[in-house]
Each structure stands twice: as C-alpha cells, then as structure tokens.
C-alpha cells in the first residue's frame, strides 16, 4: 500500500495521535485539516444532541471532488463530554493520543451571563477533569488549552502573557474578595502545621510523645491570628463600595522558626524532636509567602493586633492545657 517493503516496520515513524475536544467547532474542524494534512491520526470527542452537529467536519468525510476509490480520511469521532470524567479517561485509554487539543468550552460570553453554574463546569472544571485524565495516562500526552483573551476582562490594553486577569465587574453586586494569608489560632485544624507543630509540644511537653513528623521546614509564612482577620472581613463589608483585600501581618516566619518559637517558649530544644518526613513534601510548593496589606490598612485601617510571637504563645499556652487534660483521662 505504498509503503517501502524494504524499510522495517519498526523503523517507519508512528503517526502521531491527536484528540480534538470541541472538533465540531469553528477552529476544530479547522484543526482536524490541518493536522490530516500533515499526517496525524485525528479524534475528536462529540456530545450527543438531538440534532446533527458535525457539519463542519462532514466535508471531510464526504469530499464531493474524491473519487469512490479515495480511502477515508483518518478521523473517528467519539461520544464523550467535559462534564464526564469517565467518559474522558476511557476516551484518552482508548485512543491513546499523543496530542490533545482540548477546544471544548461553553465559549459564548453573553450565554455564560445565562447559565453561568454550566459554563464554569464546562469551561473551567471541565479543563480540570480532561487534565487529570492526561496526568492519569500511562502514555505521556502534550496538552494544548484554548485559553480566552476575555479572562483580561477590563483590563486596559495591550494584553500580554504578564497582564493580570481582571474579572468581570457585572452587576454591581457588594462582594469583596478577601484574600486572607495564612491565619492560625487554637482552634486551628490540627493537620496545619503551626496547630500540628504546637499540638505536638504541649503533648511532648507533658511527656504524651516524643516525636513529630514534618515535611518542609525551609517553607515561610505570613502567620496572622485568625481573630484579627476575621475582624477584616467584617470591615470590607461596612464600606461604601466593595473591593479585594490582601489580608496579612506583613511578616514572614519559616516552618523552622516557628518551631524554635513554640518549642523554645515551652522550654523544649525542637531538634530533640522533629523528625522530617518525605511524606509531607508537597507535588508543588509555594516556598515563601509575605502579604503587601497596604490598601487594607488604608481604606480599612485594619491592622493585626497579634504579633509572631504573641500568636505562638497563645497557641502552645492552649494546647499544654489540652495535653494536661489527655493526660487525666
Ligand atoms: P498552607 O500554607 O495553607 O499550605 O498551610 P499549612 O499549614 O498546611 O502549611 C504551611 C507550610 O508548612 C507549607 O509550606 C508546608 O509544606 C509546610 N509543612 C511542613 N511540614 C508540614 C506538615 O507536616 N504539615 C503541614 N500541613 N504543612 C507542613
């Protein structure tokens, strides 16, 4: 079939895969002809409707110019949809790509305004799902993401890679979006670590244990007290028009440091102690995080009122008595 008898089999360059989502769309079908003409064995995904919707793509299928001995273009179509994890993995386990293009969206702004749940859940949850189900492939996949020049929203022009979103400010609705860095306290959930750190002094402290298992100790954090912060939410809403906040003390502590605080403030050496666990180590690590709360303490005049030190202190004075009581019972 045209192929050189005298080249291996094994030596012929695979044809590369491509999966298409959203293949019946606009760029899809241009997508398809453009990777057939350049050889790849093409795939598209496709939603079930009442009606037909591959009219963009039926050319391809039915050439009128071809002539009847013309063999069919390499492309399938597959009934999956974004919205179905399931339906995705078995696509990619089937189909096996080496490209995926993934141009499905509910892509008509006025009609996010319409049904906005549906559009995030395609658009946005949807990308999440197709993308687990490339990292969950045995075989490594490229990924391409239709992203939208939309996303720059108001922001003024030109727009580049480095220009930051801006949302879309629809129906003067009050919302502000506090965006709270760390905020610890007592009542902290024990699997944080500054709780999971001062947890573990009070009860090594009362002799409940010896060891505690972390993960990164070089991680800094902008360590706030979550009764100061709370107290900013409530002074976002009492103004006259809402905005976005940064929320922090403006202070940046390592995991280390915070040790040497709650272990030294109960008389203890944390080196004595801490025993680093690879299990704790994160697949991605944000290293180092200090708020800039200056519109904050502008327009809010808000300010922390709980310092590092004060915190910590507040938070091993608790979890001593906590261990106390364990001890009792
Ligand atoms: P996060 O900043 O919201 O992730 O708050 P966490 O308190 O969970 O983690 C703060 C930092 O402590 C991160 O950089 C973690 O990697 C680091 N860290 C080190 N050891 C541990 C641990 O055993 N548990 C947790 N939760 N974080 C740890």
Same mark, same amino acid.
Request: aromatic residues 10%.
């Given at each position: 079939?045209?192929?050189?008898?005298?080249?291996?089999?094994?030596?012929?360059?695979?044809?590369?895969?491509?999966?298409? =989502?959203?293949?019946?769309?606009?760029? %899809?079908?241009?997508?398809?002809?453009?990777?057939?003409?350049?050889?790849?064995?093409?795939?598209?995904?496709?939603?079930?409707?009442?009606? $037909?919707?591959?009219?963009?793509?039926?050319?391809?299928?039915?050439? !009128?110019?071809?002539? !009847?001995? &013309?063999?069919?273009?390499?492309?399938?179509?597959?009934?999956?949809?974004?919205?179905?994890?399931?339906?995705?993995?078995?696509?990619?386990?089937?189909?096996?790509?080496?490209?995926?293009?993934?141009?499905?969206?509910?892509?008509?702004?006025?009609?996010?305004?319409?049904?906005?749940?549906?559009?995030?859940?395609?658009?946005?949850?949807?990308?999440?799902?197709?993308?687990?189900?490339?990292?969950?492939?045995?075989?490594?996949?490229?990924?391409?993401?239709? %992203?939208?020049?939309?996303?720059? *929203?108001? =922001?003024?022009?030109?727009?580049?890679?480095?220009?930051? $979103?801006?949302?879309?400010?629809?129906?003067?609705?009050?919302?502000?979006?506090?965006?709270?860095?760390?905020?610890?306290? !007592?009542?902290?959930?024990?699997?944080?670590?500054?709780?999971?750190?001062?947890?573990?002094? *009070?009860?090594?402290?009362?002799?409940? @244990?010896?060891?505690?298992?972390?993960?990164?100790?070089?991680?800094?954090?902008?360590?706030?007290?979550?009764?100061?912060?709370?107290?900013?939410?409530?002074?976002?809403?009492?103004?006259?028009?809402?905005?976005?906040?940064?929320?922090?003390?403006?202070?940046?502590? &390592?995991?280390?440091?915070?040790?040497?605080?709650?272990?030294?403030?109960?008389?203890?050496?944390?080196?004595?102690?801490?025993?680093?666990?690879?299990?704790?180590?994160?697949?991605?690590?944000?290293?180092?995080?200090?708020?800039?709360?200056?519109?904050?303490?502008?327009?809010?005049?808000?300010?922390?009122?709980?310092?590092? @030190?004060?915190?910590?202190?507040?938070?091993?004075?608790?979890?001593?008595?906590?261990?106390?009581?364990?001890?009792?019972?």
């Amino acid at each position: 079939d045209g192929e050189n008898p005298a080249v291996p089999r094994s030596l012929v360059p695979a044809r590369k895969v491509a999966l298409i =989502t959203g293949i019946t769309g606009q760029d %899809g079908s241009y997508l398809t002809e453009l990777l057939l003409s350049k050889g790849y064995e093409v795939h598209g995904l496709i939603r079930r409707s009442s009606n $037909f919707n591959t009219q963009r793509l039926d050319h391809i299928y039915h050439d !009128p110019h071809a002539v !009847p001995s &013309t063999p069919r273009p390499p492309l399938r179509l597959h009934y999956a949809d974004l919205s179905d994890s399931s339906s995705l993995r078995q696509a990619l386990d089937t189909i096996q790509p080496d490209e995926v293009y993934n141009l499905a969206a509910q892509s008509h702004v006025a009609v996010s305004f319409e049904i906005p749940d549906y559009t995030a859940d395609v658009t946005a949850t949807g990308a999440l799902r197709l993308l687990e189900a490339v990292r969950l492939s045995r075989k490594p996949i490229r990924y391409y993401q239709a %992203g939208s020049s939309e996303m720059f *929203g108001s =922001t003024p022009p030109p727009q580049s890679e480095d220009t930051p $979103f801006h949302p879309r400010e629809a129906y003067g609705l009050f919302a502000c979006n506090g965006v709270l860095f760390n905020h610890e306290s !007592p009542r902290r959930g024990e699997n944080f670590v500054t709780r999971k750190i001062t947890r573990a002094v *009070g009860r090594i402290k009362v002799g409940l @244990q010896t060891k505690v298992f972390l993960g990164n100790l070089t991680a800094a954090r902008d360590w706030g007290f979550a009764g100061d912060y709370v107290e900013a939410m409530w002074l976002m809403l009492q103004q006259d028009q809402p905005g976005d906040y940064v929320v922090a003390t403006e202070e940046s502590h &390592t995991v280390e440091e915070f040790l040497q605080a709650a272990f030294g403030y109960a008389g203890l050496d944390w080196k004595d102690h801490v025993v680093v666990d690879k299990k704790y180590f994160r697949p991605a690590e944000v290293d180092s995080l200090k708020g800039d709360s200056s519109k904050a303490r502008r327009e809010l005049k808000w300010k922390p009122k709980v310092g590092f @030190q004060q915190l910590v202190e507040m938070m091993v004075d608790n979890d001593i008595e906590l261990a106390n009581k364990e001890k009792v019972l």
